[in-house]
């Protein structure tokens, strides 16, 4: 009785599951649906001094300027952006970082998935132990289950 109160109702991990499906399913489609042009990397902007001594950069924290830093072979590397493709850069360098915010949001509710279809196994598992049973019931049934 108390270990059949303790067992987890196998219809509301079906619902859950059932719910994990339909996100997956909207996810995956967005992943899909991607046309537009990706790029790795993320947007640093760093002050640098031209180097003119009459400069106002000269006593301050320097000129800002745009970069995309990105990690290739483990090195990473800056790109000076200029004002013509900032805008480009930005758009493409959102776009790979929302691709790569969806996998992995993925890749979460697909563990929750798995997860949920061994938390159904368990409830679905026949807790009647077998050892207990006597020798010559067992094999009545059998033989009768195989005439069947
Ligand atoms: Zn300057």
Request: include cysteine.
């Amino acid at each position: 009785m108390f270990a059949y109160q303790m067992r987890v109702n196998p219809s509301q991990i079906r619902q859950r599951i059932r719910r994990l499906e339909g996100s997956l399913g909207a996810l995956l489609g967005q992943l899909l649906d991607e046309r537009g042009a990706l790029r790795r990397g993320s947007f640093v902007t760093l002050h640098r001094k031209c180097g003119k001594a009459t400069c106002h950069c000269a006593r301050g924290s320097g000129h800002p300027a745009d970069y995309l830093s990105t990690r290739r072979e483990g090195r990473t590397r800056l790109f000076y952006l200029s004002r013509e493709i900032r805008a480009q850069v930005a758009e493409e360098a959102g776009r790979y970082r929302a691709f790569r915010q969806r996998r992995a949001l993925l890749a979460k509710r697909m563990r929750s998935l798995l997860a949920g279809l061994d938390e159904l196994a368990e409830a679905l598992e026949n807790p009647e132990p077998l050892g207990g049973q006597k020798k010559g019931k067992s094999q009545g049934r059998w033989r009768s289950a195989r005439s069947d």
